[in-house]
């Protein structure tokens, strides 16, 4: 009987290999593709392995089977990243013929593609692992938003080891070339199959195809796999950074982005009606315009006052290093005094983060979430509203001031057509005396500033950018005592302290001039950044947001914690102007705002983003999935999870409306 199997078996193996001959799987025209898949897939398995190694604090609350999911459902993303720079050798090595097999010239040339692949994965692995340091996440849209910046190019060659890369990547290079010479050809058996050979290459190129789809059902992979959790930082463990760069170049060249791609939306009419009932103050009309929906007239029910304003954005600085919103003591001692006798927004939030998200949300009180920011569209050039271009109906002198170069973030043809009459950079700056290489210091910033709002022959309005809390973190060699002992990244605690420096400076000089009395100083910041908000949890978005005006609302010092936003900066500035304005703002006046109306609307990373209602309770997005995260945000770094489906539902509904609302605005 054993015997009697052992003749089937034995025939079956003959017609298996009378059929395909000896062009089976280890034959080099499909060993070639195997070794680079192996190659690209280990490759892309270790830079996750290296960053939970070289960052465990950002891991350390998840069990080891979660960080093991992770890596397994790691794998789907780096299979199509592997099938994907397989597709060209492939190409070379499948028409192939055997004598051209046999060539070394050839075996060489296919060899060098498979190094250069490899090469190429490698780069871009290390370029991840250093971006996921410094962003708390995978390499995205920012790489084609900023790398033709110069000084972006500086930072990176003064900043990270690049040169080092580059010749890891040489070797690299090398190694892949020999191994794919090697192990991918090595020896070849005679005899031929063309049959066999066409059976094989259809398997292969179905499963590379297959591997590339990434999916066998109705839609291809997407980064919504990766959310198996509410971890928005375990989710970018799960995915690779080309993966996401393959999705960002898709997004920002080729795709319009519009929720309901993303996210399960309610219908454009209660979208809009729930948005509308969102932002409506007590004193609003709405104009039922319908080109935009949100535009009213706001009536703040005070005479007119035309105060100078001096709105000063700060450069990374997240409640993390200001001692007054429960963060480290010692780093901003200045602010933390203005704080004292000024009104501080203690619960506010930033919509995004990057300075130009925080810029849009600020000056034009819109959210800036999906897709590409405002400031960067041509579409916004000349068409977007700004406190600017409201102040400029009353008659304000409106001016930027920035110490770097005009055309980054489009800052120049965003605010110079959108209502800001003077723009000052680097070029125009009266005071020069510590450049780096974004540009001037904050210093210089202020004092610059100073000599223009002397100049003003009528009220003003000014916007500020700081910009010395940024890499590269170079700052004046000026000594500050007492610097705090507990700090652990002595370089940007050093820049943290010399910001406030410079604003104290400021405050102080500015109490001399003749404008003082008559002018509102509001300072809020950009975004979260820095080495202590690398997570970009619902928590890490919340930054300072102080009004001070000693003259005009007095020096008793008072808080308000009321959940707001970016967004509400310019209407409450408009509400200290009084008068009545039209607007479009996706915010309103927190000074007299009822708490449960407050909410903030934050965009985490390109796929994630936080909807924060009155009382804390904070809504993950998820992309391309019907299912939220609900949790209970406490100050000042508490998340809890919630288990409840109808708030869930109802949270995850306004949040969707609004987002659903922005491509009507």
């Not at 034959?27 to 280990?42: G, Q």
């Not at 995205?140 to 500086?154: A, R």
């Not at 304000?396 to 009459?421: C, E, I, K």
């Not at 949040?655 to 659903?660: D, E, G, N, P, R």
Request: glycine share 8%; net charge neutral.
């Amino acid at each position: 009987m054993m015997r009697a199997r052992f003749l089937i078996m034995k025939n079956m193996w003959r017609t298996f290999r009378l059929l395909v001959g000896r062009e089976g799987p280890l034959h080099p025209r499909f060993r070639v593709p195997a070794v680079l898949v192996v190659m690209v897939i280990s490759m892309l398995s270790l830079v996750r392995l290296a960053i939970v190694i070289a960052m465990p604090e950002r891991f350390e609350a998840f069990r080891m089977g979660t960080i093991l999911q992770s890596f397994l459902t790691g794998l789907h993303f780096d299979i199509v990243i592997a099938c994907m720079v397989t597709v060209p050798a492939l190409a070379i090595v499948l028409p192939a013929q055997r004598h051209i097999l046999l060539s070394r010239v050839f075996q060489w040339i296919s060899g060098a593609y498979s190094g250069f692949a490899v090469a190429l994965v490698f780069f871009a692995c290390v370029a991840d692992f250093f971006f996921f340091q410094e962003f708390g996440h995978r390499l995205d849209y920012k790489v084609f938003t900023y790398i033709h910046y110069d000084y972006v190019q500086l930072i990176i060659i003064n900043q990270f080891p690049l040169f080092l890369t580059i010749a890891a990547t040489a070797v690299v290079f090398v190694a892949g070339t020999v191994i794919t010479r090697c192990i991918g050809f090595g020896r070849i058996q005679p005899g031929d199959s063309s049959l066999g050979g066409i059976l094989w290459s259809i398997l292969i190129v179905c499963l590379v195809a297959l591997g590339i789809r990434g999916s066998v059902g109705p839609k291809p992979i997407n980064t919504g796999l990766a959310y198996f959790s509410s971890s928005p930082v375990l989710a970018q463990l799960t995915l690779n950074g080309c993966f996401t760069l393959r999705e960002a170049f898709v997004t920002v060249f080729y795709r319009d982005v519009a929720p309901a791609k993303y996210y399960d939306v309610p219908s454009d009419d209660d979208a809009l009606l729930t948005t509308k009932q969102m932002v409506a103050g007590q004193n609003d009309r709405f104009l039922d315009d319908w080109h935009n929906p949100l535009r009213r007239v706001t009536q703040t029910d005070k005479p007119r006052q035309n105060y100078n304003i001096v709105l000063v954005i700060l450069e990374s600085l997240s409640w993390h290093y200001i001692s007054a919103l429960g963060g480290k003591n010692g780093l901003m001692p200045n602010f933390d005094e203005l704080a004292k006798h000024g009104i501080l927004m203690d619960h506010c939030f930033s919509v995004g983060e990057r300075t130009t998200r925080g810029l849009g949300g600020i000056v034009s009180g819109f959210p800036d979430v999906l897709g590409e920011s405002i400031t960067t569209r041509s579409t916004s050039i000349g068409s977007f509203l700004t406190l600017g271009s409201i102040l400029a109906r009353r008659d304000y002198q409106t001016m930027f001031v920035y110490g770097g170069q005009p055309y980054y973030d489009h800052r120049q043809s965003f605010l110079g057509s959108n209502g800001y009459n003077r723009l000052v950079f680097e070029k125009e700056f009266s005071s020069r005396t510590f450049r780096t290489p974004l540009g001037w210091c904050d210093g210089d910033l202020f004092r610059s500033a100073r000599t223009v709002f002397c100049e003003a022959k009528k009220p003003f309005f000014a916007t500020l950018l700081t910009l010395s809390f940024h890499r590269p973190y170079e700052v004046p060699p000026i000594n500050f005592d007492p610097m705090p002992t507990s700090c652990s990244n002595k370089k940007q605690c050093r820049a943290i302290r010399y910001v406030d420096w410079a604003l104290g400076c400021f405050i102080e000089n500015a109490s001399h001039a003749d404008y003082f009395d008559d002018t509102i100083f509001v300072f809020v910041a950009d975004s979260p950044g820095g080495y202590l908000s690398p997570e970009k949890q619902p928590e890490d978005f919340r930054i300072p947001f102080l009004i001070y005006a000693p003259e005009i609302i007095g020096t008793q010092g008072r808080r308000i914690s009321t959940v707001c936003s970016q967004m509400d900066v310019s209407p409450t500035i408009l509400s200290l102007l009084g008068g009545n304005y039209e607007h479009c703002f996706f915010g309103s006046n927190v000074l007299k705002r009822q708490p449960e109306k407050g909410f903030s609307v934050i965009r985490a990373d390109s796929n994630v983003h936080y909807f924060i209602n009155g009382s804390g309770l904070t809504e993950m997005l998820m992309p391309r999935s019907q299912d939220g995260h609900l949790f209970r945000l406490e100050v000042p770094d508490s998340l809890e999870p919630i288990e409840n489906e109808k708030q869930n539902r109802a949270l995850q509904f306004k949040a969707t409306s609004l987002l659903l609302s922005l491509i009507h605005i």
